[in-house]
């Protein structure tokens, strides 16, 4: 009798039903910015800046799923050491992202997001689905991350123009330094090194 009573009560009350039906048009184009923030940056330099941290947003994003890929199919000699350093990367790739998203969000832009959108604007030429050896996936990441560190070094540049200071550390501080902190550990394992005897 009670399951009946509460059974009632909800029908009678359309309130907790869930609307997961919705459709609307979207609240703001890819590729525009918020015109009246409370921000220094006028809108035409946010604007630059938006379109410029979309690509590497782009391009991280890549790199980062492209350490996730390497590190379920590494292989060989150096599988331990490489499928532990390839998700540390990877870890490290996925904040990385996330701060690059909300540099963004704040200058009143809208992030790309999903992958087919991301595939498309990437410039970082896509791996082959199956496994490759560990010098290619080494050589993948590294061409990669050069991509990544010549982008932040031309945003550094456009930022400091435009006086966006913001943009300008981001780019220098949280992107651009773990990238080539990342490259170093990468670009050791393609150093050919004796195991055993000195020469």
């Not at 832009?109 to 689905?129: F, L, N, Q």
């Not at 990669?144 to 982008?151: D, E, P, R």
């Not at 949280?174 to 080539?180: A, G, M, S, T």
Request: with cysteine; charged share 25%.
């Amino acid at each position: 009798m009670m399951a009946v009573a509460i059974k009632k009560a909800g029908a009678a009350n359309p309130a907790v039903t869930p609307h997961w039906h919705a459709h609307a048009r979207e609240i703001q184009k890819f590729g525009t910015v918020i015109e009246d923030l409370p921000h220094a940056l006028d809108a035409k330099v946010r604007t630059e800046m938006v379109a410029q941290l979309n690509q590497l947003l782009a391009d991280s994003i890549t790199l980062r799923d492209m350490y996730k890929k390497h590190h379920w199919q590494v292989s060989g000699p150096t599988f331990y050491q490489l499928h532990l350093l390839f998700d540390k990367h990877f870890n490290e790739q996925v904040e990385l992202v996330d701060t690059i998203a909300e540099r963004i969000q704040l200058l009143g832009g809208v992030t790309i997001a999903m992958g087919g959108d991301v595939a498309e604007m990437s410039r970082i030429a896509r791996p082959p689905r199956g496994r490759e050896e560990v010098p290619v996936q080494i050589s993948r990441l590294l061409e990669a991350h050069k991509l990544i560190i010549k982008s932040c070094l031309e945003i550094s540049e456009a930022a400091d123009k435009a006086g966006d200071q913001g943009t300008n550390d981001l780019v220098v501080s949280d992107v651009l330094r773990p990238n080539e902190l990342q490259s170093w550990f990468l670009s050791e394992h393609l150093v050919e090194m004796p195991l055993v005897l000195a020469k």
